[in-house]
């Protein structure tokens, strides 16, 4: 009977001792950018590092980014994710970039059945793309952190990714940093090639993003084509939508702030939003 009451009291202990290891992730949205940032050192770059460098290390990474937009819900679950290099005319030097992070088939099966009664697809086909490794290189470069990237089903409207943000909400307790990849400005037709100060208009959709963040005025940003110019910000949804997930994800008593207010080539914004 004392053997039997030591294992129980032994067991709690390890249990007492593995939850308080393991500490509420927040969840990031990080505006990516060029894929030359992987390979540069700017204003944003550093601002990726100084976002991560408070936060405790997470057991795993979960990337939802505006590079994987196909039709379906699929989850990375190979071993060893590829680096995709998914872009042309770049220099030798990022091609040759890689991000050897490993990844993690039991936690892929984990948000398959958190997602349930979804139909998820767990895939061995795609790996990392660079809106999750170019950011993760200059944020975690050792790359000793699982990832996984979680696929955006095109064919949903906004409110899908919201409330699919909202079925993920427990992965931050098992310690996994859930993070948004995309621009909430990103329109290839506004940009301005010549340096110069950011366009007025990208100024102020800014600010309105930045407002209704502050007042989880979350609608708003689930109707953003409702917004004053959302559809000069956002005329393909790819680089909006993981910002959804990621606003999902808070809690009551989280607060919401945010970083790398950066406006490069006059229009596309950096902004980086932190739910913690």
């Known amino acids: 009977m004392m053997h039997l009451w030591w294992h129980i009291w032994t067991s709690i202990i390890a249990l007492s001792t593995m939850s308080q290891a393991i500490q509420r992730m927040p969840t990031i949205f990080f505006g990516h950018g060029s894929p030359m940032n992987a390979i540069e050192e700017n204003s944003a770059t550093q601002g990726w590092r100084d976002i991560v460098s408070s936060f405790p290390k997470p057991t795993a990474i979960l990337s939802i980014s505006a590079h994987w937009y196909v039709n379906g819900v699929r989850v990375t679950a190979m071993k060893s994710p590829e680096t995709i290099h998914d872009f042309g005319g770049f220099p030798k030097a990022l091609f040759d970039a890689q991000y050897p992070a490993p990844g993690n088939p039991r936690l892929a099966e984990r948000i398959k059945n958190l997602l349930q009664p979804l139909n998820v697809t767990l895939d061995n086909s795609w790996g990392l793309d660079h809106g999750t490794w170019s950011v993760l290189i200059k944020a975690y470069p050792n790359a000793d952190i699982p990832v996984l990237q979680l696929s955006i089903d095109k064919r949903q409207p906004p ?20 993070m948004g990849s995309g621009n909430i400005i990103h329109n290839f037709g506004m940009i301005d090639w010549a340096p110069g100060p950011p366009q007025e208009w990208a100024v102020r959709f800014t600010n309105r993003v930045k407002d209704a963040l502050a007042n989880s005025r979350f609608s708003e940003l689930i109707n953003y084509l409702d917004m004053e110019q959302g559809i000069d910000a956002a005329p393909t949804p790819d680089h909006w ?24 080539l006059g229009s596309l914004s950096m902004l980086c939003v932190i739910v913690n």
């Open 159 to 178: 409110n899908f990714h919201y409330e699919l943000g909202r079925k993920l909400i427990q992965l931050r307790d098992e310690g996994v940093l859930i």
């Open 241 to 264: 939508l993981p910002l959804l997930y990621i606003i999902g994800c808070k809690r009551e008593d989280d607060t919401i702030s945010t970083a790398n207010d950066i406006i490069q």
